[in-house]
């Protein structure tokens, strides 16, 4: 039996475990690189999944044996603790997209498994005369990823074309439609955070709902996005954005304002580029990526009472902190 903390893994899990991943199963695998940050401590466990039948199998084998898990996509959208992941990390490349064969109808319904990176999705619609994904031709990350923040730009988001998911939920695949997944601003049902002692529900594949780009316009704006993005955001390593916008406002203006700017913590620097992009200029630590997030939510409510919320999730074991600073919270933020 292998322990992990309090979690057991029994050998023939393992064994079967071994079997399912595409290059065999890694322990204490460093995530960093798994990680668009290239920030992250190791997994107890890892594997990586390439076809949807192997990842179902191992998610009926982990539901029965209660072992706990965790999946990842693109890594994009996460800060994983420098302690790392306790469990089994499955990195998820179950990449085939279903185009169907009809293309003369005015919609398309596209079925696209979740491991499907979003960019090359929306670049391949357009290349077939399809319109609703150019606002997506540049964002990093999975579709599972994306259905789970309903990640969005330029005006359109994951919500405008999303039809249904198919998602492994309490041992068994189950059908979820649009108003089962309470879409909002970069939420959706699945980003809600479930007890740690469940395991969490799954999208296996989702169906899209594309238009025939009767206009030729979806290539236009997406070359005008591309360019939009060249011109505001850095290409180093990052998570994109790492705050929501408040109400009304931008997150990357406030800290901006905040005199924020180029301020670095170790090797964590905020973007001289764009304000709410938080940048590992080489060995950068999940800790010093926190401290930066706390400085600027200390600074932005300090002079402007605002409280910035994070829009990244925080993956593994933080217990050793450091922790996000609140308000009132008598711990000093070192502005210094
Ligand atoms: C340079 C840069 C620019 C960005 N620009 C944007 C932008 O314009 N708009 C935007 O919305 N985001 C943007 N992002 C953030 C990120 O690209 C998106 O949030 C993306 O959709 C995350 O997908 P992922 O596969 O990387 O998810 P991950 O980071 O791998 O995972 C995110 C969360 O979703 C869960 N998850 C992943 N896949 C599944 C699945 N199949 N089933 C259930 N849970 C799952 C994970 O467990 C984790 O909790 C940007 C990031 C970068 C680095």
Same mark, same amino acid.
């Given at each position: 039996?292998?322990?992990?903390?309090?979690?057991?893994?029994?050998?023939?899990?393992?064994?079967?475990?071994?079997?399912?991943?595409?290059?065999?199963?890694?322990?204490?695998?460093?995530?960093?690189?798994?990680?668009?940050?290239?920030?992250?401590?190791?997994?107890?466990?890892?594997?990586?999944?390439?076809?949807?039948?192997?990842?179902?199998?191992?998610?009926?084998?982990?539901?029965?044996?209660?072992?706990?898990?965790?999946?990842?996509?693109?890594?994009?959208?996460?800060?994983?603790?420098?302690?790392?992941?306790?469990?089994?990390?499955?990195?998820?490349?179950?990449?085939?997209?279903?185009?169907?064969?009809?293309?003369?109808?005015?919609?398309?319904?596209?079925?696209?498994?979740?491991?499907? !990176?979003? %960019?090359? /999705?929306?670049?391949?619609?357009?290349?077939? @005369?399809? +319109?609703?994904?150019?606002? #997506?031709?540049? =964002?990093?990350?999975?579709?599972?990823?994306?259905?789970?923040?309903?990640?969005?730009?330029?005006?359109?988001?994951?919500?405008?074309?999303?039809?249904?998911?198919?998602?492994?939920?309490?041992?068994?695949?189950?059908?979820?439609?649009?108003?089962?997944?309470?879409?909002?601003?970069?939420?959706?049902?699945?980003?809600?955070?479930?007890?740690?002692?469940?395991?969490?529900?799954?999208? !296996?594949? %989702?169906? /899209?709902?594309?238009?025939?780009?009767?206009? @030729?316009? +979806?290539?236009?704006?997406? #070359?005008?996005? =591309?360019?939009?993005?060249?011109?505001?955001?850095?290409?180093?390593?990052?998570?994109?954005?790492?705050?929501?916008?408040?109400?009304?406002?931008?997150?990357?203006?406030?800290?901006?304002?905040?005199?924020?700017?180029?301020?670095?913590?170790?090797?964590?620097?905020?973007?001289?580029?764009?304000?709410?992009?938080?940048?590992?200029?080489?060995?950068?630590?999940?800790?010093?990526?926190?401290?930066?997030?706390?400085?600027?939510?200390?600074?932005?409510?300090?002079?402007?009472?605002?409280?910035?919320?994070?829009?990244?999730?925080?993956?593994?074991?933080?217990?050793?902190?450091?922790?996000?600073?609140?308000?009132?919270?008598?711990?000093?933020?070192?502005?210094?």
């Amino acid at each position: 039996m292998q322990r992990t903390g309090t979690t057991q893994f029994p050998p023939s899990l393992l064994e079967e475990l071994d079997t399912l991943s595409r290059d065999g199963l890694h322990r204490r695998a460093s995530l960093a690189p798994f990680t668009s940050f290239r920030i992250g401590g190791p997994a107890d466990f890892l594997m990586i999944v390439h076809r949807q039948e192997d990842l179902q199998r191992t998610l009926a084998i982990l539901h029965q044996s209660r072992a706990p898990y965790l999946l990842l996509g693109g890594g994009s959208n996460i800060l994983v603790s420098d302690a790392g992941v306790r469990g089994l990390v499955i990195i998820n490349q179950c990449r085939r997209i279903y185009w169907p064969e009809n293309v003369h109808t005015e919609v398309l319904d596209v079925r696209v498994e979740s491991g499907a !990176l979003l %960019a090359g /999705f929306a670049r391949e619609s357009i290349q077939r @005369g399809l +319109a609703g994904l150019s606002w #997506a031709v540049s =964002i990093p990350g999975t579709v599972g990823g994306a259905i789970v923040g309903n990640a969005g730009a330029h005006g359109g988001d994951i919500a405008s074309v999303f039809l249904e998911a198919e998602v492994w939920h309490r041992g068994r695949i189950e059908h979820w439609p649009h108003n089962a997944m309470s879409f909002a601003y970069r939420q959706s049902i699945l980003k809600q955070n479930w007890p740690p002692s469940a395991q969490p529900p799954i999208i !296996l594949a %989702a169906v /899209f709902r594309l238009q025939r780009d009767v206009e @030729g316009q +979806a290539a236009v704006e997406a #070359a005008r996005h =591309i360019a939009h993005r060249r011109r505001t955001q850095p290409t180093d390593k990052s998570a994109g954005s790492v705050f929501r916008n408040p109400p009304n406002d931008y997150a990357g203006r406030l800290i901006e304002a905040a005199g924020l700017k180029g301020r670095c913590i170790g090797q964590a620097c905020i973007s001289e580029k764009h304000a709410n992009f938080f940048v590992n200029q080489g060995q950068a630590t999940a800790a010093d990526i926190m401290a930066l997030m706390n400085l600027a939510r200390y600074e932005v409510w300090r002079q402007f009472h605002v409280l910035l919320e994070p829009e990244i999730r925080f993956i593994g074991d933080w217990s050793n902190g450091p922790h996000l600073w609140t308000p009132g919270n008598q711990e000093r933020v070192d502005a210094s």
